[in-house]
């Protein structure tokens, strides 16, 4: 018996995968079209049908990081021409990341709102050559992209407990937030897909839709009466917010200092 090739051994693995009688397509449907409604059907035992929370997250996660690599775009934003240009001409080139700004003026390396000791590791990297600098800023958009994928391993366990914080009165099971918190940070990262075309209204549409989701979801699983709900909402999107604004700085001071 013959080896499969390599065009028969994806059309096999696509086909198991994909298919699994429908089981993908049925929880993206929910997942999209039905928010929360995930959620519930995992919560309530029926689970035969659908892929799994961790599962359908890593599959969604990956695809979509592997899309943003693919189109060049990322959290790092580089400000500059053609580097021969700068080269030749001294041009002034800037890139931001991690709340802080490095880079070029007039020849000159600067650095703003970021430690003393980061400011001096990049200085050291870049050595104030503008092409090197280049170079630097598009591996480190790579690099902050491969550690993105294990700090939401902090950020999803981390949106649980708050969420655990804010309805204590459910009695619910840490793992039975941690389902809503995979499935939420899923259609986040769809959600992402959206604003990578950079289309004014599209990309618009695609932010309104993360808080605007993630309420209708929380209403569904949860329940409760909307003003309460809202205080809730607001609590965990505070201390989600502030783990976000950490963890992406770490990631990005990982980033820069790797």
């Not at 049908?49 to 990956?62: A, D, E, F, K, Q």
Request: proline share 5%.
């Amino acid at each position: 018996m013959r080896a499969p090739t390599l065009g028969e051994f994806a059309q096999q693995f696509g086909g198991a995968y994909f298919a699994a009688e429908g089981a993908l397509w049925r929880s993206l449907k929910l997942l999209l079209l039905r928010p929360g409604a995930l959620t519930v059907q995992y919560l309530a035992g029926r689970r035969k049908h659908y892929v799994l929370p961790l599962r359908l997250y890593l599959t969604i996660s990956l695809l979509v990081l592997l899309v943003v690599r693919v189109a060049g775009s990322g959290p790092v934003e580089l400000k500059g021409d053609d580097p021969d240009q700068i080269a030749k001409e001294n041009r002034d080139i800037t890139f931001e990341v991690a709340g802080g700004r490095a880079g070029l003026r007039e020849g000159v390396f600067f650095c703003e709102d970021l430690p003393g000791w980061v400011c001096r590791r990049i200085q050291r990297r870049i050595d104030v050559d503008p092409k090197r600098m280049l170079s630097e800023v598009e591996s480190l958009k790579d690099r902050f992209l491969a550690n993105l994928g294990p700090a939401m391993f902090v950020l999803l366990p981390g949106f649980a407990l708050w969420l655990k914080l804010a309805y204590r009165n459910r009695h619910l099971r840490y793992t039975e937030h941690l389902v809503f918190a995979l499935h939420v940070h899923a259609f986040w990262f769809v959600a992402l897909l959206f604003t990578l075309p950079d289309w004014g209204l599209l990309t618009a549409l695609a932010l309104l839709a993360v808080p605007v989701y993630t309420f209708l979801a929380m209403k569904r699983v949860y329940g409760g009466r909307g003003w309460p709900r809202l205080l809730r909402a607001a609590l965990v999107s505070a201390l989600y917010g502030t783990t976000l604004v950490l963890a992406l700085g770490g990631v990005g001071l990982v980033s820069m200092l790797s």
